[in-house]
């Protein structure tokens, strides 16, 4: 059976291998001028939006979106119609982003202003990491990944106190700086207190009276204290990822094929005798 | 004696079981509903403070939050109740938060206006760890509470010396910067000290001679620095305690008196079997 | 010789123990009273800055400010008086701070106006770290001292590197923003330039034209990326200087008296071998 | 033919000891002058673009510049000179910012204006690193180089995502808060927000709609968190490198092969005579 392949099938591993794979020279190439598009209509929509430049060039910036987004909805097809498991890929994270990237100029048929939308073409930028393919790359950004998931739960909880205290000081400050100064409600200090918290300060919002000051330089003292929070927890967390992945330089125990510990005499599983080669 | 429970105590009991324990359904669900009114009466006395919604929807708001408010109260009275020793429910720090959050609604029958005080239900919120009562959660939540306990007396050193320095140097750009630029008095000198130290540079107050500039650069600069400072004492902290944590909780071999490694089956000292005890 | 001692000496003596020391109760109660005083004298010159505090209590402020001088005037005379070593007290940081705390006061008979500079006896408050005297908080403070004395040569290369970049990224942004959007001269850009790295960010001066803006978001971009070295640095130094005073919770060697690494069979130092007791 | 050295070579071997060498008296006067001009020149630049200084001085900036310029003309000619591998010296860093920081003084005479880019004589003052020619100060830096080589890669990867992160929300942003409140297109936007990101915060653009308050609070605790993730990187490198560099450079006892502590003379293992080889 395996080897009544027809040329349809032949036809459908080729594609495969040049829209998938980046192993073959039209592999490579294909990765390329697909970045390379996605670059151009995410620079596009952003051109588009600049109200000097869209005056001069629109039928330019129209037609080359339009160009575009063709040439996505085949790629969209061939991605499609060569995979194996078509679902599987049309659910996959990058398949809903495909899809989502060439939606909307055809919704602008229907909705007028939705084709705005089509900035989020922008997230295909993230297929770089696996056109790249670089092992260094991807090697570092596993890391990163590992790093940022083992102190996810501590920065949770981390979040969910800011919010508590953004909230409480948010109300505080606005039954004591009251409507003219800018905090015209709780959910307008909230705001304030937020963007106080975090260092930035936009300043839009600031406040005039002595009690309100004194509130607001606690505020900040405490949000350059707790700056300090999820910065230890990161590093605490990159810190170990780097001593667990380090120990020993990987010997092995040779009777169990365990990973011994540091220094050590004896296999801390078997009890093996370890020879120091 | 035991044996002669009266209904009363039956009652209290279930109440209590309902109320303060989170195994049962019931008093899982209570939990949960006791978490949404929470936070439906913080988001009510938000929307309160706008304006535009206050005016549309003044009676609905007024009727709710006194629906939630006898809602609590008569929560309050039941833990009371229930609890074998209610004086240490009143005066622990719940307690406290439980009556604090009904007080104002009564009291704005007296004092018009201390309504907005209810928004220090807000506190509530903290209960959800309690309820949520995952041990992950709480193991995190613990954890972190030791690593800012731990650097607490760094941190209030670290503070002592910043609110020096910004007195110090509020001072001298107000005798540098006069009232012109903002610079009204020596307190709002010393607020715009700490706004700049911390890095949230609101701007409603900047320098505008050549040398008030120059020390204001200084001053950021400094502040650049110091935010090392308490990153430095959290994270080292957070390493150290992971450090003390980890290696099996001190459990060590019997027959050489070394610390073994956690899991060990052996001691990779003396290849000694461990017994766990 | 030494048993003649004139009444004078013992006078001498007995104020030393009480301005000096802290160990009686009288030495104690004069720290706390000078403590108060001069936090009462700074709060005096803050609120004389306030215009509308000064115009209501001018008099009330000036006489405290002359009341409380004459205090530390005859604190720095019995302080040299009792001292036996009167010129190295002089010459002392505090020493300094004692005699500058109190001219500003003298010298606005000549030049009106410099008792402003009055406030530096906000520097005394420094005092409270010899005035506590907890065994805990001066331990923390060494410990502080001596993790920023180790990173402070890096942090010193650190600054310059900034300098550098300042001075070449602002000249950058004035001739590409030229005056119009606040960009009056290089040295207000290289004080703008300072404001973005060190992500304060006041808003007085901001870019308008794009290349400008985009010269700022890479400014802004690399201030955030490198807030990481100084933190780098300082809490390498802590976790650095945590594991060389931890190691082996101070265990000794019986014969040189040494202290012994972790986990050691024998002395590092002469060979001798160690008894886990 | 070694010894036939004719004047000229023993002349540009005197040039060349005193231009780039630092042990002679010469040597070290050359690079104290230099570094005096340098930073003179600097100011120089800076003083110029200060509009009511240039009215007043004009005359004296133009002709000290002439005169710093022709200096350096004379370093760079007497550089090239003395150098036996000239071009390598040409287009090394340091000569090509040697001949940058001389061009524009000639340049405006054809180009009007173009004299301001002289302020690239900046970077001439990296040279002081070679000038202190400290072993303190460079080791320093070689570390600081290393540390920062090392994370190089992963801040690679950590700026690509905040760049796309602020592509996708500064977006949104546009779409959520139109063109009355300063998100004017989406470039501005993006720059909006990675002013946001960053914690920088100008406050020339500022949401005004509750749905982009909402966003933007996001925006800033999400900075706040992932402000951590560099300093992470970076901390754990610098504690890593220490604990590379550290240990003995890996020395090893002759008896038990074990690694032996810093400045030992015994091994802690087996009690072996350390020998220092």
């Not at 085949?74 to 679902?87: A, C, D």
């Not at 000051?213 to 350059?224: K, L, N, V």
């Not at 990973?259 to 005798?273: I, T, Y």
């Given at each position: 059976m395996r080897e009544v392949k027809s040329k349809f099938d032949i036809l459908r591993q080729k594609i495969y291998i040049i829209i998938y794979g980046a192993n073959t020279f039209a592999g490579r190439l294909f990765d390329l001028i697909l970045l390379g598009v996605i670059l151009l209509s995410v620079l596009l929509v952003m051109l588009e939006s600049v109200e000097r430049l869209d005056a001069q060039y629109h039928d330019f910036i129209i037609i080359s979106e339009w160009i575009i987004t063709i040439f996505f909805t085949?790629?969209?097809?061939?991605?499609?119609?060569?995979?194996?498991?078509?679902?599987?890929?049309?659910?996959?994270?990058?398949?809903?982003?495909d899809l989502i990237s060439i939606l909307p100029m055809y919704l602008s048929f229907i909705i007028p202003g939705s084709r705005m939308l089509s900035v989020i073409r922008a997230l295909r930028l993230l297929r770089l990491f696996g056109i790249l393919n670089l092992v260094h790359f991807t090697g570092q950004e596993s890391k990163l990944k590992l790093a940022i998931k083992a102190s996810r739960t501590k920065i949770i909880v981390f979040v969910y106190f800011i919010l508590i205290v953004s909230i409480l000081l948010g109300s505080i400050?606005?039954?004591?700086?009251?409507?003219?100064?800018?905090?015209?409600?709780?959910?307008?200090?909230?705001y304030w207190c937020i963007v106080t918290l975090t260092t930035v300060g936009y300043g839009d919002i600031a406040p005039v009276t002595t009690l309100g000051?004194?509130?607001?330089?606690?505020?900040?003292?405490?949000?350059?204290g707790i700056i300090a929070v999820p910065t230890g927890i990161v590093t605490a967390e990159f810190s170990n990822m780097k001593n667990n992945i380090k120990p020993n330089d990987g010997k092995k125990c040779v009777s169990c094929k365990s990973?011994?510990?540091?220094?050590?005499?004896?296999?801390?599983?078997?009890?093996?005798?370890i020879r120091n080669a």
């Open positions: 085949i790629e969209y097809i061939l991605r499609i119609f060569s995979n194996r498991k078509p679902w599987s890929y049309i659910f996959s994270f990058y398949g809903i982003v400050m606005y039954v004591v700086e009251g409507k003219e100064s800018g905090f015209t409600s709780i959910p307008t200090s909230i000051q004194i509130i607001a330089s606690f505020i900040m003292i405490m949000g350059y990973e011994v510990v540091k220094d050590a005499s004896f296999c801390h599983h078997c009890g093996e005798k």
